[in-house]
């Protein structure tokens, strides 16, 4: 068994799709659009072969987006290294992202930051 993939509503489908892309290497498929549903994604697939879907509609009400919410924690990608994870982070910061707890070893032994998308999403960076 294996995550088949994350979904994230947002407001801006292109400025997150860009973000996942631009910082963490997802490459995005064509654009789905359905009129009917008035809904629009796309997926973004990673070098390891991992998938997350960004997804919008217009107008995307607050009662949709706090139900999206719920349930999400964090998405976590690795980056090999702690070196890479104060690289990342530190670029990250530097770009205009918000630092949610900075580079450090957990509890229970991961070296791991954290930042906020640009809807505010948590994206756990780790060794």
């Excluded at 997926?43 to 706090?66: C, H, V």
């Excluded at 999400?72 to 992202?97: M, P």
């Excluded at 957990?106 to 998308?117: H, I, K, N, P, R």
């Amino acid at each position: 068994m294996h995550i088949e993939h994350v979904a994230i509503w947002t407001n801006d489908l292109e400025r997150l799709t860009n973000f996942y892309e631009k910082y963490f290497g997802g490459k995005r498929n064509k654009k789905y659009i359905n009129t009917q549903k008035e809904f629009e994604s796309y997926f973004l697939i990673f070098d390891d072969g991992s998938r997350l879907e960004i997804m919008t509609k217009p107008l995307l009400g607050n009662r949709i987006k706090e139900q999206a919410m719920i349930g999400l924690a964090h998405i976590a990608f690795s980056v090999g290294s702690r070196e890479g994870v104060i690289k990342l982070t530190d670029l990250l910061v530097s770009d205009g992202y918000k630092l949610a707890s900075p580079p450090r070893t957990t509890g229970d032994g991961y070296f791991e930051s954290a930042v906020l998308d640009p809807d505010g999403n948590i994206v756990e960076i780790s060794a």
